[in-house]
C-alpha cells in the first residue's frame, strides 16, 4: 500500500533553513505529482507547495514563494522541501501528499504523518 | 487566489443525526471540489473527491454535492468515529485552498 514518511523536521531559528524529505513507497512515485501541506498549532490546513510527476514544473502559496523550494528524486522515490529564511509563522506539521487525477481532477488521495517544524529563538 | 468558506465553522450533532457541512468558493471551480476528514493528532483523509464521487473505503453515509460556488457535505446518520474535523477543498487553481474547516463535536 501507499507510504509517504516524512522526516527532517526540528526546532530552528527564525532566519534559518531546513531540508523536509519524504520518502515514498507502494506506488510508481515518478508518475505522480506531489503536495507539501502544512498545518500551524491548532489551526487549519495549507497548501505549501506541489511539483508534478517529471519535476517539470512547480507551484507554491504566496505565504512562500521565494522562501521555499520543492524538489524531487525519482531515482530515490523521494520528495523534499527546501525552507530557508524561516519565520515563526512558517511552526507547523508538515504533510508530504500524493496528488491523482480522476476525469482530470486532482486530490491529494494518500497522506504522510507529518513533521513537526518549529520555528523558535 | 481562490477563497474557499465553510459554514458552520463548529457543529454540536448527536449518533444518527443527519448533518451538512457549507462549502463556499469565491468563483466558480465547477466541480474541482474535494472533502477531508482530520482526527486529532492524524493525517487528514480524502473522503470525497469531484464534489461527489466517494473515495475508495469510505462508508456510503458520506455524500457530496454541488458546482460552481456552492458545495454541501452530508452524513446521513452519524456514526462515533465519525466525530472530526472535515476540510473542503479546491483543486481548479493551483493554490489548491482549503477552507477554514468544520469541527463535529458530540452533543
Not at chain 2, 457535505?73 to 477554514?100: H, K, N, R, V, W
Amino acid at each position: 500500500q501507499v507510504q509517504l514518511l516524512e522526516s527532517g523536521g526540528g526546532v530552528v531559528q527564525p532566519g534559518g533553513s531546513l531540508r523536509l524529505s519524504c520518502a515514498a513507497s507502494g506506488f510508481p512515485f515518478s508518475n505522480y505529482g506531489m503536495h507539501w501541506v502544512r498545518q500551524a498549532p491548532g489551526k487549519g490546513l495549507e497548501w505549501v507547495a506541489f511539483m508534478r510527476y517529471d519535476g517539470s514544473n512547480e507551484y507554491y502559496a504566496d505565504s512562500v514563494k521565494g522562501r521555499f523550494t520543492i524538489s524531487r528524486d525519482n531515482s530515490k522515490n523521494t520528495l523534499h522541501l527546501q525552507m530557508n529564511s524561516l519565520r515563526a509563522e512558517d511552526t507547523a506539521m508538515y504533510y508530504c501528499a500524493k496528488d491523482r487525477k480522476v476525469a482530470g481532477k486532482p486530490s491529494l488521495d494518500s497522506w504522510g504523518q507529518g513533521t513537526l517544524v518549529t520555528v523558535s529563538s | 487566489d481562490i477563497q474557499m468558506t465553510q459554514s458552520p465553522s463548529s457543529l454540536s450533532a448527536s449518533v444518527g443525526d443527519r448533518v451538512t457541512i457549507t462549502c463556499r468558493a469565491s468563483q466558480s471551480i465547477t466541480t474541482y471540489l474535494n472533502w477531508y476528514q482530520q482526527k486529532p493528532g492524524k493525517a487528514p483523509k480524502l473522503l470525497m473527491y469531484a464534489a461527489s464521487s466517494l473515495q475508495s473505503g469510505v462508508p456510503s453515509r458520506f455524500s457530496g454535492s454541488g458546482s460552481g460556488t456552492d458545495f454541501t457535505l452530508t452524513i446521513s446518520s452519524l456514526q462515533p468515529e465519525d466525530f472530526a474535523t472535515y476540510y473542503c477543498q479546491q483543486s481548479y487553481s493551483m493554490s489548491y485552498t482549503f477552507g477554514q474547516g468544520t469541527k463535529m463535536e458530540i452533543k
